[in-house]
């Protein structure tokens, strides 16, 4: 069974910066994805960004292209994710996923069967 861990969350004013990290424990495979989510109060959990494991290139939702950034480290089991100037709207529990296979839509949270207990981001202003 496949383990996420989530950190880096915390309070940060608007314009800042904060960086997520999320440590992967078990296998993972040359098919193996992971992603971020992020759910705010009263509202559906929502696609932040994705990507392979192995090559590909990363997705972003609309909403944080160009702010945020999703990066991987094969050799420690880690993906992270690097938020800029962050909005009062980017305000949401954000959750690491991950699954194996791709012929899946990737924006999509039943996509994912591998989810972490998430970290809160809070923006201030």
């Known amino acids: 069974q496949v383990q996420l861990v989530e950190s880096g969350g915390g309070l940060v004013q608007a314009g800042g910066s904060l960086r997520l990290s999320c440590t992967i424990s078990?296998?993972?495979?040359?098919?193996?994805?992971v992603g971020w989510f992020r759910q705010a109060p009263g509202k559906e959990r929502e696609f932040v960004a994705a990507?392979?494991?192995?090559?590909?290139?990363?997705r972003l939702a609309d909403s944080v292209s160009g702010r945020f950034t999703i990066s991987r480290d094969n050799a420690k089991n880690t993906v992270s994710l690097q938020m800029n100037n962050l909005k009062s709207e980017d305000t949401a529990v954000y959750y690491c996923?991950?699954?194996?296979?791709?012929?899946?839509?990737?924006?999509?949270?039943?996509?994912?069967?591998?989810w972490g207990q998430g970290t809160q981001v809070t923006v201030s202003s």
């Open positions: 990507m392979r494991w192995v090559g590909g290139s990363p």
């Open positions: 996923t991950a699954r194996t296979g791709w012929n899946v839509a990737y924006y999509l949270t039943s996509s994912y069967p591998y």
């Open positions: 078990g296998r993972t495979s040359t098919n193996f994805a």
